[in-house]
């Protein structure tokens, strides 16, 4: 297992293929194994290094909040280990609030930008009232708090045809540490608002969207790249397009990575 130490604090991640280098960004309760088919796939042409954000996967948690600053100097440690100096970012949904800040911290380190189910946006006050709520509901009942928010990010027409898919990701969210679960909900509900990032033009930006998505309202997610050089793929599931989506994404994602 490939290791870095970020203030003495275990994170893991992957080292596959040679090439331009993309960095593979799990979100919340994910670790990432969920980007193995996508790891076989990109690796032919591309270094792909994926990483075990905070409190997740074989990653430790460094204390009571997980701020997205921290993950994402996190994931430069990892790049200086490796001597990358600059990559392409792919972030799924907290993975995406962490590329914004590691393209806020370290712009000249950014090749090209991916936001997959994500938001340049801050939590709103109903939100952030709600990621309070979540973290009573985990302390009260781990089990069913992690199954319940698994199987609503899938689209209801998903929730039958993908049923075996759910069940892994449900599998994999459950051995996410009780403290790992609540720093991530309080780093997210404190995250800075970088929708003026997606204004700067630093580097070309791709934004992924689910026209389903329970988690991130797609017309309300619109207004935020309206008038800049992001470009926009949509599609019509939920919240887990690299599950829900699987092919159209990675057609999707190849064509950006060029």
Excluded at 208 to 226: A, C, H, M, R
Aim: charged share 30%.
């Amino acid at each position: 297992m490939n290791q870095v130490l970020y203030k003495n604090t275990k994170i893991s991640f992957t080292d596959s293929g040679e090439g331009t280098a993309i960095v593979l960004l799990h979100g919340f309760l994910e670790n990432k194994k969920m980007w193995t088919d996508y790891v076989d796939l990109f690796s032919k042409k591309y270094r792909v290094i994926t990483v075990d954000l905070l409190g997740h996967g074989e990653s430790d948690s460094l204390g009571y909040v997980h701020e997205m600053e921290d993950n994402a100097k996190a994931v430069n440690k990892v790049l200086e280990n490796l001597n990358i100096e600059k990559a392409i970012i792919l972030g799924h949904s907290m993975g995406g609030y962490v590329g914004l800040a590691f393209a806020e911290l370290f712009p000249k380190k950014i090749q090209k930008l991916v936001l997959l189910n994500s938001t340049s946006k801050e939590d709103s006050e109903e939100k952030k009232t709600n990621r309070t709520r979540a973290i009573k509901a985990v302390k009260q009942n781990y089990t069913n708090f992690v199954s319940l928010a698994i199987g609503n990010l899938f689209s209801e027409n998903n929730r039958t045809r993908l049923a075996s898919e759910i069940e892994k990701a449900k599998a994999e969210a459950l051995k996410t540490p009780l403290q790992g679960i609540i720093a991530s909900l309080e780093g997210m509900k404190i995250r800075k608002d970088r929708e003026e990032l997606l204004r700067k033009d630093l580097f070309p930006v791709l934004l992924i969207l689910g026209k389903k998505d329970t988690v991130l309202n797609y017309e309300e997610s619109l207004p935020q790249i309206k008038g800049t050089s992001v470009q926009l793929a949509s599609f019509d599931d939920g919240h887990m397009s690299q599950i829900e989506n699987k092919e159209e994404l990675k057609a999707v994602l190849l064509e950006f990575f060029k």
